[in-house]
């Protein structure tokens, strides 16, 4: 439960300062963390959402169980940072290099009711990011909505979504926020030390 606790913790603390256009996310709310939450899949869900090729996912054991995540929040119909931060993502992958298969980037839409997975697909490419490690997310708008609270970073518009990047080793409980302005190699480096296997487990 202590690990549990400081999952949400990690993810509740204040927001990055968001671009122009953009505001800072809003918070889950406390009833999210309080009260017996039992496991990591019963407090991120298994809501299900679509990936950019159409495919159901659940949230928790599809797409964060076992893995090394970087999330981020996009929407398609965005003209300054989302492309921007999709292309230094790009960047760092590249940065991760035999460590890149090792982690899995998420970006998850603000903008459901206009991001179909066609929509997602087409953005991925245009950005140069439709790469297998790489899942793109929609669905049901109060299902994206459920999801996002759960990681802190529900808005009130799609335009309002945090830029805020956030890193985590899913199985072994550790989670960092990421500034987005943060260099591309400052970041493959976090992901590169969650993605190495802690000693004595």
């Not at 939450?37 to 964060?64: C, H, K, M, N, W």
């Not at 893995?67 to 931060?85: F, S």
């Not at 529900?154 to 500034?179: C, F, M, Y």
């Not at 302005?181 to 487990?201: F, S």
């Amino acid at each position: 439960m202590k690990a549990l606790r400081g999952i949400a913790l990690a993810l509740l603390a204040a927001s990055v300062q968001a671009h122009e256009g953009h505001a800072p996310a809003a918070g889950a709310t406390a009833q999210d963390v309080k009260g017996g939450i039992p496991d990591a899949r019963s407090y991120f869900t298994d809501t299900p959402l679509l990936d950019q090729d159409g495919r159901e996912r659940r949230f928790y054991s599809d797409v964060l169980a076992g893995r090394v995540v970087l999330l981020n929040v996009i929407y398609t119909r965005c003209k300054d940072a989302c492309p921007l931060i999709t292309r230094k993502l790009r960047e760092v992958r590249t940065a991760l290099g035999e460590q890149a298969g090792r982690v899995y980037f998420v970006s998850l839409s603000s903008d459901p009711e206009h991001d179909s997975p066609e929509a997602l697909k087409a953005f991925a490419r245009q950005q140069g990011a439709d790469d297998p490690n790489w899942i793109f997310l929609t669905g049901d708008k109060a299902n994206l909505e459920r999801v996002l609270a759960r990681l802190g970073q529900l808005s009130q518009s799609p335009e309002a979504h945090s830029t805020l990047l956030i890193a985590g080793d899913v199985p072994n409980k550790r989670w960092s926020k990421i500034r987005p302005d943060a260099p591309p190699a400052a970041i493959a480096q976090r992901l590169q030390l969650l993605a190495e296997p802690l000693v004595g487990r």
